[in-house]
């Protein structure tokens, strides 16, 4: 007599096939899924992903996310390395597959003071340019790539970074040489370049009192120009113990009564030691790798995995909380294997900020935030 196998018999199997191989990825609950009603879900993209290269990281993509940004190859060192050289392969192709995939392109970024080619502000005899000079430079820079993309890319983060924690504006080149109205030229050449694109500005640390103030006055400013922007971004460089909640709604509820949207533009929690005081993004401060600044080298323990998916809980139930405001939450990678954590703040770390690991698997993480708008 044929014996009937019940399915609570099979539930040991599975389980113990999902623990060697994983849980395939047809049967993992879509990020974008669980989130349709609230926000976009989106994640940066690097050249390897855009290229199709990473072939496991492109089928995560399109499982899960419904947004993509770039993460480098839309910066002008890569974009337009020399005066009258343009390089939009990458570019043309994170474009194609953002359209492939149905997905929000979101463009990183125009005028940011870090990964601009020297030449950009110098003459033929290495002195800075004049205003005047810088602003046609400027100009022509985001005329071309904005205006490629007319149409096709639908955000832009216009001007990145623009600002100090404290709330001076940073002292970069553009607005040394331009002055304070680099800003508006920015976001008026932008809308000129692609009149239906969404415009931002976009920074790290943006609970930050100081940085909160300026950044509301230079939006209020621009407004009271009739300077189109669309949208603040947060960038969402967060640690296991920063943002303090309270300040972190506190901000994204400021940023939202200018009447632009918020969103979360580069979300990864570094769950590893930091180096001095460190918060935040500013990629020049770089240390050298330490042991003690690398625990985890061979492997996140359980524990630790639990307390980084209780942070991603908390961190999301805000943002959920508030998704008549945000429009997007981006990941500022695919996998703990590419993120930028890596490398930075220290060189040569085993980094776990994101929700999936070196092995393309949903982590404890993952679970918790698919919790937060009831695990569709
Ligand atoms: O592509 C080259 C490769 O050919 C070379 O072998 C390698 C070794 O030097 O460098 C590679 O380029 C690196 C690039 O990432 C791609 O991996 C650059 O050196 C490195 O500086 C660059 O770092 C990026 C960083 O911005 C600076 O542009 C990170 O990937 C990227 O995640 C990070 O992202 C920034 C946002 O744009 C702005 N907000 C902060 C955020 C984190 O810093």
């Not at 014996?3 to 049967?27: E, H």
């Not at 109205?181 to 100081?210: C, I, R, S, V």
């Not at 061979?298 to 805000?318: C, V």
């Not at 085993?350 to 009831?374: C, E, M, N, W």
């Amino acid at each position: 007599m044929e014996r009937k196998i019940k399915v609570a018999q099979l539930l040991p199997i599975a389980g113990l096939i999902v623990l060697v191989i994983g849980c395939p990825l047809n049967a993992q609950p879509a990020l974008k899924g669980a989130f349709k009603h609230a926000f976009y879900i989106g994640t940066a993209l690097n050249r390897n992903q855009i290229t199709g290269a990473d072939k496991n990281s492109v089928a995560i993509v399109e499982k899960h996310f419904n947004s993509i940004t770039a993460e480098n190859i839309l910066k002008w060192v890569y974009v337009h390395p020399e005066p009258t050289r343009y390089d939009f392969a990458p570019a043309d192709s994170f474009v194609a597959f953002g359209e492939k995939n149905k997905m929000f392109i979101v463009g990183h970024t125009l005028v940011w003071h870090n990964q601009t080619p020297r030449w950009v502000f110098a003459d033929d005899a290495g002195k800075p340019v004049d205003r005047e000079t810088l602003l046609q430079r400027m100009k022509e820079h985001i005329l071309t790539v904005a205006g490629r993309y007319k149409g096709r890319i639908h955000g832009w983060d216009v001007v990145n970074e623009a600002v100090e924690d404290d709330g001076q504006l940073r002292q970069s080149k553009w607005l040394q040489i331009i002055g304070e109205d680099y800003l508006q030229k920015a976001f008026e050449w932008a809308h000129e370049a692609d009149p239906k694109a969404e415009l931002y500005y976009n920074d790290y640390n943006m609970w930050h009192t100081g940085k909160r103030q300026t950044v509301i006055r230079l939006v209020r400013e621009l407004q009271s120009k009739g300077v189109r922007i669309d949208g603040i971004g947060m960038q969402g460089h967060w640690g296991m113990d920063y943002p303090p909640l309270d300040e972190l709604e506190t901000s994204l509820l400021a940023y939202a009564e200018l009447g632009v949207k918020v969103m979360i533009t580069e979300l990864d929690i570094n769950i590893l030691p930091n180096p001095g005081s460190h918060q935040g993004a500013d990629i020049t401060q770089n240390y050298a790798l330490q042991q003690e600044l690398n625990p985890y080298a061979a492997g996140l323990p359980d524990s630790m995995q639990a307390k980084l998916a209780s942070r991603y809980a908390e961190l999301f139930k805000i943002l959920y909380k508030h998704r008549d405001k945000i429009t997007r939450v981006t990941f500022w990678g695919v996998h703990d294997g590419v993120s930028w954590h890596n490398n930075w703040p220290v060189r040569g770390r085993t980094a776990y900020s994101l929700l999936f690991d070196r092995k393309y698997q949903p982590k404890p993480a993952f679970d918790a935030v698919i919790r937060i708008a009831g695990g569709e």
